[in-house]
């Protein structure tokens, strides 16, 4: 692609702009079918058998075919197997295997085995995204390993959206790479993510989105309150985990707190899964986790990697990390009858319009650089130019600095440079993609090109 620039002169409420949340008015008819063949049924089947295995504990028997860790490993791997007969040739399976040395809540050495069904991309094979539920379970005690721990909701409920992905979409084509992972031993401290997230950084494979699935058993906490059977949560932090020093000064200096990547991912997951094909609202909640709580998205924004993370809306504690058992008359324990097998089909939904639209629009843009060599009142903005064979151009964006999503939208056509007369002292700037079918790409926000 050329390089040439482009000036632009643009008010903020001038015209000849869209408004940001412009995009093709249909959905894609492959997405829309696949969201129809996402089926509560088979979610509730994949439930039924995890929680047969009677405990996934990380600490559990490794080979005794009927019960534990071990039993649930293989039968995970036989699924994506199936599903991957399907493909073409283009989902493959992999068990990622290590043994764990002794550490916090792994009191022995002891085997950790990540199931991972890659889908490879058809045009830009190295632009990678990742979904993820646990497989492993626990009880109050952590280190209980022999205890009934059932694990319906945390998390048989997100490998179950990480398993139906991966059968609706492995008969599909889609251009980016989509990995789909039962990751294990997130209960004893994240071992599983964060070995596959590592083994990634290693390899140098570019994850441009990581969404962990974990506790989207249901929208109805029983706990007396009413249902909210078509809202997930999904948790997106501001400034990255993996901020160095320097970029936390630039954020002191000029802002930014609101513009890291993973909450661009929040914004255009919100967009294009709160929909009425997915039937979901997707509340995007400004913060890492929850208190005291975290999950397999960590692992990933540790090594520098946008991710989010999807839970129900509301939790019961009683059901969570909790021995099966009565006690004046109440149920505890994570059990199949407190899942919603039609809410966990509307979450593998939502999942599944967030990673079909990123596969098919183009990447984020790399390299967004906003001028700062000299004191202007207008702002130039430069970027890389992005690999994909049918993108179109480039949509600059910008909102006021106290605006929490995108509001206005300028078409700068295929150039890697652009020039607007706004100040870049009073507005918030973003660049994104487009290709020929008018997907757009995350919003990438720029860096001090100085
Ligand atoms: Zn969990």
Redesign the pocket.
């Known amino acids: 692609m050329a390089v040439s620039a482009v000036a632009v002169t643009a008010g903020l409420a001038g015209p000849g702009e869209a408004a940001a949340s412009v995009r093709k008015p249909h959905v894609d008819p492959q997405l829309r079918a696949m969201l129809r063949e996402i089926d509560p049924e088979r979610i509730e089947a994949i439930i039924r058998r995890l929680v047969a295995f009677g405990t996934r504990h990380t600490l559990s028997a490794q080979d005794d075919p009927v019960r534990g860790i071990g039993a649930a490993r293989d039968w995970i791997a036989s699924e994506f197997e199936r599903y991957a007969a399907e493909s073409g040739g283009r989902m493959t399976v992999a068990l990622d295997s290590f043994i764990q040395p002794v550490s916090s809540r792994i009191p022995v050495p002891t085997r950790i085995t990540n199931v991972v069904a890659t889908l490879r991309g058809s045009v830009t094979p190295e632009r990678v995204y990742v979904v993820t539920g646990?497989y492993d379970s626990r009880v109050t005690d952590v280190l209980d390993a022999t205890s009934d721990a059932p694990g319906a909701d945390?998390?048989a409920s997100?490998v179950a959206v990480v398993l139906e992905l991966a059968r609706v979409m492995a008969t599909r084509s889609p251009e980016a790479t989509i990995v789909f992972a039962a990751v294990a031993a997130?209960?004893q401290g994240l071992y599983g993510s964060d070995h596959l997230a590592q083994t990634f950084k290693d390899q140098g494979v570019q994850v441009y989105g990581m969404f962990s699935n974990?506790?989207v058993g249901t929208g109805d906490a029983h706990d007396g309150t009413a249902n909210d059977p078509r809202t997930v949560r999904l948790f997106v932090e501001g400034v990255p985990t993996a901020e160095t020093a320097a970029e936390a000064n630039v954020r002191r200096s000029v802002g930014g707190e609101n513009d890291g990547p993973s909450r661009q991912l929040g914004r255009f997951v919100h967009e294009v899964a709160s929909t009425p094909e997915t039937g979901m609202r997707v509340r995007q909640i400004w913060r890492r986790d929850r208190y005291l709580r975290g999950?397999d998205h960590i692992s990933f924004l540790l090594r520098g990697y946008p991710a989010a993370r999807f839970t129900e809306p509301r939790e019961n504690f009683a059901h969570e990390h909790q021995d099966v058992r009565v006690v004046d008359g109440v149920q505890y324990g994570d059990l199949i009858e407190f899942c919603d097998f039609g809410y966990i089909a509307r979450v593998a939904r939502v999942n599944a319009a967030a990673l079909w639209s990123l596969a098919q629009a183009p990447g984020t843009p790399r390299g967004v650089v906003i001028d700062t060599t000299q004191l202007t009142n207008e702002t130039t903005l430069r970027w890389q130019p992005n690999p994909e064979p049918d993108l179109t151009g480039y949509e600059l964006l910008w909102r006021e600095t106290t605006a929490p999503d995108w509001t206005h939208t300028l078409d700068v056509g295929s150039v890697t440079t652009a020039t607007v007369d706004l100040s870049k002292d009073n507005v918030f700037f973003g660049v994104r993609a487009v290709d020929r079918d008018g997907n757009r790409s995350p919003v990438a926000a720029p860096q001090p090109s100085s």
Do not use: A, C, K, T
Request: aromatic content about 0%.
């Open positions: 646990h945390d998390d997100g997130e209960e974990d506790i999950s």
